[in-house]
């Protein structure tokens, strides 16, 4: 009989979420990372980075309907974008869903999951044609860097807080950002979980920082089967809109966009924080 073939990711050192793996599609060393893709029965496909889940096909739908449709719903009317990270793409995707949005820059610092992605996960990876996309491989801290008063919209669809993405959690970064985004422009982060205790401790440093550099901050959360304990936070911060107070959901449901995940009802709730979880955020913020 044939091996079986296994895949775990360790959300505690005691703790692990696995999958059986029916065929591997990818496994390379880029030159940050290791990437992987491979097929699974409960999840599809499945990409990972250094042996970390990013998403896996029946469930990336959470993830990049929240980071995404969120903030479209309460910004009036968005035309630059800075999308940073993402380079499997769904975030893109559901950007180029919006017509009034100009232009979209896109900033991924490893060119080999973009390429590994565009070719196995297509159905994530498929808006790389848009002409409205300006794709740049750099390193994100560095690009924001040297843009003053430009993005409507920033979104930082990041990996863990630590290898390539680590500098996307500090406060020179988020410092840089709150200066590339206009008076009334707003970011939006992957924030971590909240519940175990090394992941809740990296969210509870991500508000902390964020709420030293934006005026106006709110954490929302979703439930995304695949990650460390299903429970995954984002991050809201903004110069002035208010993500409840000027949230219009007729504006939003007038589009007539199906998403499977986010609907108007949804984006009032997500909003609303466990005790734990609002503990664990105020315990960093004198
Ligand atoms: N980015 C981040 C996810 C963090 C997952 N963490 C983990 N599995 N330990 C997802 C990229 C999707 N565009």
Excluded at 10 to 15: I, L, Q, R, W
Excluded at 108 to 117: G, K, R, Y
Excluded at 128 to 151: C, E, M, Q, S, W
Excluded at 173 to 191: E, K, S
């Amino acid at each position: 009989m044939a091996k079986e073939l296994w895949f775990a990711e360790y959300h505690d050192d005691n703790t692990r979420l696995g999958m059986r793996v029916t065929r591997e599609l990818v496994a390379m060393q880029s030159e940050f990372q290791a990437i992987e893709i491979f097929e699974t029965p409960t999840f599809g496909r499945v990409l990972t980075l250094d042996g970390l889940v990013m998403l896996t096909e029946k469930d990336e739908f959470i993830y990049h309907d929240m980071i995404i449709h969120v903030p479209m719903a309460v910004h009036p009317k968005v035309q630059n974008v800075l999308l940073i990270g993402g380079g499997d793409g769904g975030s893109l995707r559901e950007l180029c869903r919006y017509p009034e949005i100009e232009q979209i820059d896109m900033v991924e610092i490893d060119s080999e999951v973009v390429n590994q992605c565009r070719r196995f996960l297509p159905q994530v990876a498929a808006a790389y044609d848009d002409p409205r996309l300006n794709l740049i491989f750099a390193d994100g801290l560095k690009f924001v860097r040297h843009n003053t008063d430009k993005y409507d919209l920033i979104v930082i669809d990041s990996t863990d807080p630590f290898g390539p993405g680590e500098s996307l959690f500090t406060k020179e970064f988020y410092g840089n950002c709150h200066r590339a985004l206009r008076a009334d422009g707003i970011l939006v982060n992957q924030h971590e979980s909240p519940y175990y205790p090394a992941d809740a401790e990296e969210a509870r440093l991500i508000y902390q920082r964020l709420t030293a550099t934006f005026p106006l901050v709110r954490v929302y959360q979703a439930h995304i089967p695949c990650y460390p304990s299903g429970h995954w936070l984002f991050g809201f911060a903004s110069k002035r809109w208010d993500p409840l107070q000027d949230f219009d959901a007729e504006r939003w449901n007038a589009r007539g966009l199906y998403t499977r995940y986010y609907n108007t009802d949804l984006h009032t709730g997500c909003f609303q924080l466990p005790t734990y979880v609002k503990e664990l955020l105020e315990s960093g913020v004198e």
